[in-house]
């Protein structure tokens, strides 16, 4: 889905976490015949290049295939399967498997369920993604995604063969920029996916049945949405519903070239009819409200978000916020190209229980690494510094070195891990420190269909915790990943 920008990932996340970015004028006519003449030669070279494997399969354009001078691969035939005489009509299929080992042997510091626990996840996907004359675009994919020895299953653990996607796009050209209009079953990803994402950390992902609309002219984009953020269940296969009982709407506008990055902003409102918190419960009404500029200028690297919300919660007003920043500095002329960065977040929590006002920030659809895989931080009350360090001993590896910092923000509300999830005894009890963590990762794309990782996290609790019988924390992830 066309729904962020292209921009980086704070370091300390799976090179996939990637902002989507829209492909519009990707793969036209004209590319597919680009040849090239030697000089004083008949020698005819191809300037054509293969698609990559990209995070959202949707964006890729296979039609470079019908250029006869493309070097061909095993089961080329499948990737671009002519539809007609015209070489923009096509078929292509494809699939991604991902298997990951991970050892978690205190969720929620051992104040939870599920202790100890050892597991592999696996997901599979498999799609189709039909294209007619550069206008129409159908795209459906499947998806089965299985935990195998997993203590404590949840609806974002498993989900045997559903329908992950199943959209149709219109594009045409209007007033002198590109319309598009989409329905179906979709995933939408905002920016770094801080608040909005296709939470590509946890196994399921998530996905919104959604009427999306935009329109880009130079340096302006424009989109407004309507969903239904797709409900998990397991009882069946193809049994995921959505309802009208919640719902996730809004507007948003890019604008490019603001100083030396890119300005964005979005209204959106978020509604669902059992929302529960430790200071309310009841039907919820959220309007969201946020801004972002990033950019880069070498040596320097920036993304800066904030995000304001207010509403109700039962008879609860909200007054919530937080913020994502992450600054990088590059040394391109060290070997390796090592790159220092700091990370500053922050999210608000319930200062007074009781007093009719909810302060915990509702993180929304969150995508499950933007702080570590490990899931020990959540986006609600919570202070985070993270310096980091990474590097690139070979051009296929890289190799992050992290120390996080954690506070909350108040201590009247609990202590958040991924998802919302409160640690249990911890609302009201201790001071703001809450720990910090050392993080390891290491990515190596070993060729153009294959990628490993392996990520390890320590986290040593603050002694307030530990008087709640609670005890550090240790996450060891390891990833395989194949796309075709």
């Known amino acids: 889905m066309p729904f962020a920008n292209a921009e980086g990932v704070p370091l300390g996340q799976p090179a996939s976490a990637a902002s989507t970015v829209d492909a519009a004028g990707a793969g036209t006519a004209a590319d597919r015949t680009a040849v090239a003449r030697s000089p004083g030669t008949t020698t005819v070279s191809c300037t054509v290049k293969r698609p990559a494997i990209l995070f959202n399969r949707w964006q890729e354009d296979w039609s470079v295939l019908a250029n006869p001078c493309v070097p061909r691969k095993p089961l080329d035939s499948l990737k671009y399967i002519a539809l007609g005489n015209d070489p923009d009509n096509y078929l292509s299929l494809g699939m991604n498997l991902r298997e990951r080992f991970e050892m978690n042997n205190a969720a929620l510091f051992g104040l939870g369920k599920g202790q100890d626990d050892s597991y592999v996840i696996q997901r599979t996907e498999v799609h189709a993604d039909a294209h007619f004359e550069q206008h129409l675009q159908i795209f459906v994919q499947l998806e089965d995604a299985r935990p195998f020895g997993k203590n404590a299953v949840t609806p974002v653990d498993r989900d045997v063969l559903d329908l992950e996607q199943a959209f149709a796009t219109y594009s045409v050209g209007l007033a002198g920029g590109l319309f598009r209009f989409r329905v179906g079953r979709q995933e939408m990803g905002f920016d770094l996916q801080r608040f909005v994402s296709v939470r590509d950390g946890p196994n399921v992902r998530q996905a919104f049945d959604a009427l999306w609309t935009e329109w880009a002219v130079q340096r302006w984009r424009i989109m407004a949405f309507a969903s239904q953020p797709v409900q998990y269940r397991d009882d069946q296969p193809f049994d995921d519903v959505s309802n009208k009982h919640f719902t996730f709407s809004g507007v948003r506008v890019e604008r490019r070239d603001v100083g030396p990055g890119e300005l964005s902003a979005y209204y959106a409102s978020f509604n669902r009819s059992n929302g529960q918190y430790l200071d309310a419960a009841g039907t919820e009404h959220r309007e969201v409200f946020d801004v972002r500029y990033a950019g ?64 915990t920030f509702n993180a929304l659809f969150p995508n499950g690494y933007y702080f570590t895989l490990a899931g020990y931080t959540g986006y609600s009350n919570v202070l985070h510094l993270k310096p980091s360090l990474s590097f690139k001993p070979t051009r296929a590896v890289t190799v992050l070195a992290a120390v996080g910092l954690q506070w909350r923000e108040t201590t009247g509300d609990a202590v958040y891990q991924q998802g919302g999830v409160a640690v249990p005894n911890t609302a009201g009890h201790g001071g703001l420190w809450t720990g910090m963590y050392t993080q390891l990762r290491v990515d190596w794309a070993v060729n153009a269909n294959v990628s490993a990782a392996l990520e390890a996290v320590h986290f040593q609790i603050a002694d307030s915790l530990r008087e709640l019988g609670a005890h550090n924390a240790d996450y060891v992830g390891v990833e395989g990943k194949f796309g075709w």
């Open 296 to 359: 880069k200028r070498q040596p320097l690297d920036w993304d800066a978000e904030s995000m304001l919300q207010t509403g109700r919660v039962g008879a609860d007003t909200i007054q919530a916020w937080a913020f994502g920043s992450i600054a990088g500095y590059t040394l391109a002329a060290l070997p390796g190209t090592p790159r220092l960065a700091l990370q500053f977040d922050g999210a608000s929590g319930d200062r007074r229980p009781g007093d009719g006002r909810l302060g």
